[in-house]
């Protein structure tokens, strides 16, 4: 089992940057990680993905060109680096494992899910 935490999150203007960790409690050598996001009041929703090898990613159409997923396996930690932030971008972002996955733009093949951590972009 693996247990998932999130940071990096806050309160920035449009054009900022940010930069979310997601560190997990065991090996994430063998995971997916995925990150999605919750604006109030809509649905959870994809934004990247990086399949276990590390040698896939994806991305939301929204974000594509913005944000960049990555992985230190060594350290255990998946990150999300969001440039020019946009108001829209204002969501939790929840960090997702999926073992031995191919980086799933859904959020059912994730099993392992953090608690989410708020972003906030002000214009």
């Known amino acids: 089992q693996v247990q998932l935490v999130e940071s990096g999150g806050g309160s920035v203007q449009a054009g900022d940057s940010l930069r979310l960790s997601c560190v997990a409690s065991?090996?994430?050598?063998?995971?997916?990680m995925g990150w999605f996001r919750q604006a109030p009041g809509k649905e959870r929703e994809f934004v990247a993905a990086i399949n276990w090898s590390g040698n896939k990613l994806y991305y939301a159409d929204s974000v594509k060109g913005r944000f960049t997923i990555s992985r230190d396996n060594a350290k255990n930690t998946a990150y999300l680096q969001m440039n020019s932030l946009i108001p829209e971008d204002t969501a939790v972002y929840y960090c997702?494992?999926?073992?031995?996955?191919?980086?799933?733009?859904?959020?059912?093949?994730?099993?392992?899910w953090g608690q989410g951590t708020q972003v906030t972009v002000s214009s």
């Open positions: 065991g090996r994430i050598a063998v995971y997916a």
């Open positions: 997702a494992a999926d073992q031995y996955g191919e980086g799933a733009t859904m959020a059912r093949p994730y099993k392992y």
